[in-house]
């Protein structure tokens, strides 16, 4: 399965231009797949997800805090300023597939979701994780062993989870950027698709 690339220019955006403060937040933490790597700001899976809690009624305002080329440590560290500067309602964690791309020891990969999903629960926040999957260069126990530690920490957190953010899109070529590896603008409401079943039942009007 092809998943983000391990270096790439940071892009960090928000889904909303005119931010509303009295608005609850759901926040995007992510890598280059939610940072929108190649796609217009407007045509991210992330901005249709705001137009699509505005269309249904949803007054929640989505913040995008995705940094291509990040990974769980990473995003781990500058967590705590993220959710003291946004105070979310929700958390969608989208992360893991630069860590398996660099072929991090799982351990080091679970302990640093556990550190998020900490700080999630002590801030009063509900997370939302997003699962990925790894080719099979590190060997099938590798590639098992993380797409497994997804569901194992949802069990644990009581999170509810996406299996795998691109089914229906990993393996088309008309849905992926020409390096291969990165999900198309076609590709954007694919992703939303795969997410929205989810992050509804968080969801309150």
Known sequence: MMLASLA????????????????????VVGDSLSAGYGVA???????????????QGYGYRVVNASISGDTTGGASSRLPRALE???????????????????LPLKQVRANFDSML????????KPLLIGMRMPTNYGPAYAEGFHG????????????HVDFFLDRVALDPGLMQADGIHPNAQAQPILLDNVWPKLQPLLKK
């Open 41 to 55: 700001v407007n045509a991210t899976w992330v901005a249709l997800l705001q137009r699509r809690l505005s269309d």
């Open 118 to 125: 900490t700080q999630i629960a002590a801030a009063g926040a």
């Open 85 to 103: 500067l946004h105070r979310p309602a929700i958390v969608v964690l989208e992360l893991g597939g630069n860590d398996g791309l660099r072929g």
């Open 8 to 27: 790439l220019p940071t892009r960090v955006s928000s889904a909303e231009t005119a931010p509303n403060p009295q608005r609850p937040v759901v926040l």
């Open 149 to 160: 530690l997804y569901g194992e920490l949802a069990t644990r957190y009581q999170a509810p």
